[in-house]
């Protein structure tokens, strides 16, 4: 991960650059305001939920079912036991 402690780069611009939702359309997506993920973090932590950045990390990311915490566990595990 690009390390933009030292190229004086805002909070919000760096998440722009992070973000790997592909929602740009989400009025909470980085792109759409100078407030970096907060708004994103706030809407899903009210809603029990994660932010769809979380599972992008997986190629089959589209395979899980909502984004509830427990879909989340239960998207990791599964995962985990056909990589192992």
Do not use: W
Request: charge should be neutral; hydrophobic fraction near 25%.
């Amino acid at each position: 991960m690009p390390d933009y402690s030292k190229t004086g780069s805002s909070t919000a611009e760096q998440a722009v650059r992070l973000c790997t939702c592909t929602n740009v359309r989400c009025p909470n997506h980085p792109r759409n305001h100078d407030r970096g993920c907060t708004p994103c973090i706030q809407k899903n932590l009210s809603r029990h939920e994660i932010p769809a950045c979380f599972p992008n990390v997986y190629p089959d990311h589209e395979k899980m079912e909502g984004y509830t915490y427990e879909a989340f566990a239960r998207f990791v595990l599964r995962h985990g036991e056909t990589t192992e």
